[in-house]
T-cell receptor, first 115, second 113 residues
Framework: GAVVSQHPSWVICKSGTSVKIECRSLDFQATTMFWYRQFPKQSLMLMAT?????????EQGVEKDKFLINHASLTLSTLTVTSAHPEDSSFYIC???????????FGPGTRLLVL | SQQGEEDPQALSIQEGENATMNCSYKTSINNLQWYRQNSGRGLVHLILIRSNEREKHSGRLRVTLDTSKKSSSLLITASRAADTASYFC?????????????FGTGTRLQVTL
């Protein structure tokens, strides 16, 4: 149980285009989902927290207009990187948690390369 | 930065040896969690230890927590080549829906045959 999927697993796009990444909890209802960013050989940095049906809360320094997060249902959250630039190239990982449960379950990650 | 520090940054051992990783953090916590990440993959939850616990075991894993020193350690006994991965500690203040994890800098473990 407690499986989280991400799609796509990797994506290459041209500079200036937008990319959408999906995060799904497959066998539980995720009242809260988190989006992280990880650069090579570095730790995970939290970008934003989203609760189902409400606006995402962004961490300091993360542009909410550039990284659009939608948590439309209890099993799906999406991250859209708008007008992507090469510096947005990174590994994006989502996690999901059910209300009252301490453990977060992580997706396998999406590797984004912006040319 | 609120990010925790892990020590060592990299560790190379031979199969069968024990591996110890340390984590220090800065804020009050409800629990501390350890995760493993294989290269280019997502994170796998290993173990959670609560602030009122001092030691916890899970298979070949042993975790200790010293809240007075704001530190934790992860011991992997009888290591295997398959244990090669990056290991991260993460602290959780757990304030309900607003709670979020803060990850340490990670330890890259290499287990050789």
């Amino acid at each position: 149980g407690a499986v989280v999927s991400q799609h796509p697993s990797w994506v290459i796009c041209k500079s200036g285009t937008s990319v959408k990444i999906e995060c799904r909890s497959l066998d539980f209802q995720a009242t809260t989902m988190f989006w992280y960013r990880q650069f090579p050989k570095q730790s995970l940095m939290l970008m934003a927290t989203s609760n189902e049906g409400s606006k995402a809360t962004y961490e300091q320094g993360v542009e909410k207009d550039k990284f659009l997060i939608n948590h439309a249902s209890l099993t799906l959250s999406t991250l859209t990187v708008t007008s992507a630039h090469p510096e947005d190239s990174s590994f994006y990982i989502c996690s999901a948690r059910h209300r009252g449960v301490e453990t977060q379950y992580f997706g396998p990650g999406t590797r984004l390369l912006v040319l | 930065s609120q990010q925790g520090e892990e020590d060592p940054q990299a560790l190379s051992i031979q199969e069968g040896e024990n591996a110890t990783m340390n984590c220090s953090y800065k804020t009050s916590i409800n629990n501390l969690q350890w995760y493993r990440q294989n290269s280019g993959r997502g994170l796998v939850h290993l173990i959670l230890i609560r602030s009122n616990e001092r030691e916890k075991h899970s298979g070949r894993l042993r975790v200790t927590l010293d809240t007075s020193k704001k530190s934790s350690s992860l011991l992997i006994t009888a290591s295997r080549a398959a244990d090669t991965a990056s290991y991260f500690c993460a602290t959780d203040p757990y304030t309900g829906t607003a709670s979020k994890l803060t990850f340490g800098t990670g330890t890259r473990l290499q287990v050789t045959l």
